[in-house]
């Protein structure tokens, strides 16, 4: 069964930095995926926060975070990181990961990330 799950998220003062992960499985060649974090925050579209293509063959990120958030995967691990400093009030939000490929989409269950003072 594919499975992704998130983690790291919490509670961060402005200014802070937090960690997320997600790790996938039941996945054939999840380096064949191209991989994403979205957020939701409460009232708003989900939104694209960053991607990195499959194979570890490029990045990109929203205009919002550019700068300041970094996204990255271990295949070996099958693992895909967010790394986000410089956090902001309006970064709070659910995040979540994504995997695509060959038409199929799959999402994790999120993890909510609240950046206040």
């Known amino acids: 069964q594919v499975q992704l799950v998130e983690s790291g998220g919490g509670l961060v003062q402005p200014g802070g930095s937090l960690r997320l992960s997600c790790v996938a499985s039941?996945?054939?060649?999840?380096?064949?995926?191209?991989m994403s974090w979205y957020r939701q925050a409460p009232g708003k579209e989900r939104e694209l926060v960053a991607r990195?293509?499959?194979?570890?063959?490029?990045?990109n990120y929203a205009d919002s975070v550019k700068g300041r958030f970094t996204i990255s995967r271990d295949d070996v691990k099958n693992t895909m990181y967010l790394q986000m400093n410089s956090l902001k009030p309006e970064d709070t939000a659910v995040y979540y990961c994504?995997?695509?490929?060959?038409?199929?989409?799959?999402w994790g269950q999120g993890t909510q990330v609240t950046v206040s003072s």
């Open positions: 990195i293509i499959n194979m570890g063959a490029g990045s």
């Open positions: 994504n995997a695509f490929a060959w038409g199929n989409t799959y």
């Open positions: 039941g996945f054939t060649f999840i380096s064949r995926y191209d």
